[in-house]
């Protein structure tokens, strides 16, 4: 069945797992994103905002403040707004202008592998490369090419723990509220300095947004953090997840050597075989019928896009990985409204790093010793990928 209650989700919730339905109910405006105070609430057992002036509490009302006013956490005006403010930085033209840049990353991170001479008997692919290429990449966007601190992979993961999870605890709920407020800070010093961003940079035009009162200052902050985390989060499992992919499958790898003309079906495959995202949650705005099922206003659903990618009504053999595939789109950037700001980005990134692999590093291989995936029930991610060449 393609709409499900299950209790054990999330504290309850409607698992919607059909490609069709998962379809609809992602463009469907009576399904709410609108739940980031709900959800810092549930991790800190409802402690947040009662009141208190202890700096504990102040701190959670600004993480609240901030995180709920993210675009990928609101709807109807609001979210069109910063998506109009937005938009701009993401054209085709400004992404491609990207092109020689993040060309040069991946190759200096590919120089860095080939010149350790322990590299080829084992070395991770996940850390010295899935990681930083796409954070240095959102960087150089953002008009920050070498000021995103070291610290910034750990802030992301924090953040990523705490939105992985169905159910935050308050350890990972006070991480992502430390994480939150080490970026604002970060963002804080930079917008101090803004005569030094290139003004064709998203920080820049956030920045001119906010002189224009189009948006406000939190909202500024907000959209400066989502972009920095999201804009690495979802490229670096791709390529963890993606290379991984073909490696398990030794002649679709081949294949795609012999042929680089199919990168454009493969990153397709990748991303509907191991979708980054595995699901995302929206509340029920008022009553609806899915599939025979009514969903009361308030409850929670989730929308599984990671089994609607391996719906055998949508795709042929859609647990098999087939480079050549061309059955239409995933949903792993979604669709309607909410649709991934970044997806143009991401496929840039991916369509460079594979290049690169393929060239400089074609006889990449699986270690004897096992990936380690992390355990997070929203992504698929990789912690650990070891290689061999």
């Not at 796409?134 to 150089?140: D, F, K, Q």
């Not at 920080?203 to 953090?225: D, F, G, K, S």
Request: aromatic share 6%; glycine share 8%; hydrophobic share 45%.
């Amino acid at each position: 069945m393609s709409v499900q209650w299950s209790a054990a989700h999330c504290g309850g919730a409607w698992l919607i797992s059909d490609y069709e339905a998962v379809a609809a109910g992602l463009r469907d405006p009576r399904l709410s994103v609108r739940r980031g105070a709900r959800w810092i609430n549930s991790g800190l057992g409802g402690m947040s905002g009662m009141g208190d002036a202890s700096t504990e509490l102040q701190a959670q009302r600004r993480f609240k403040r901030l995180f709920s006013r993210s675009v990928l956490l609101l709807d109807g005006r609001a979210h069109r707004r910063l998506r109009g403010v937005l938009n701009p930085g993401f054209k085709p033209t400004d992404l491609e202008s990207q092109r020689p840049a993040i060309t040069r990353i991946a190759g200096q991170l590919i120089d860095a592998i080939v010149a350790d001479p322990l590299a080829p008997q084992g070395f991770d692919f996940v850390s010295r490369f899935a990681r930083p290429l796409p954070a240095l990449a959102i960087a150089g966007l953002m008009g920050l090419p070498d000021r995103v601190p070291a610290a910034f992979i750990d802030w992301a993961a924090d953040l990523a723990a705490f939105i992985g999870s169905p159910t935050p605890d308050a350890a990972q709920t006070l991480a992502a509220q430390a994480a939150m407020a080490a970026l604002c800070d970060f963002f804080g010093e930079v917008v101090n300095d803004a005569d030094t961003l290139p003004q064709d940079s998203l920080v820049a035009r956030l920045l001119q947004a906010q002189r224009e009162q189009r948006i406000n200052r939190n909202e500024m902050l907000a959209q400066c953090c989502t972009l920095l985390f999201a804009g690495y989060e979802t490229t670096r499992n791709l390529l963890g997840n993606g290379l991984l992919a073909l490696l398990q499958h030794p002649a679709q790898w081949a294949a795609l050597k012999a042929d680089p003309t199919l990168l454009r079906t493969a990153l397709r495959e990748m991303l509907r075989y191991d979708s980054p995202v595995q699901y995302t949650g929206r509340r029920v705005l008022t009553d609806l019928q899915v599939a025979g099922r009514t969903l009361r206003q308030g409850e929670l659903v989730i929308l599984h896009i990671g089994q609607a990618n391996h719906d055998g009504r949508r795709f042929t053999g859609p647990q098999h990985f087939d480079i050549r595939r061309d059955e239409g789109m995933h949903l792993s950037f979604g669709q309607g409204p909410h649709v991934c700001l970044g997806a143009a980005l991401t496929l840039l990134e991916a369509e460079i790093a594979f290049t690169a692999l393929i060239q400089r590093l074609p006889t990449l291989a699986l270690s004897a010793t096992p990936p380690r995936r992390q355990q997070h029930a929203a992504y698929s991610a990789l912690d650990h990928l070891p290689l061999v060449f």
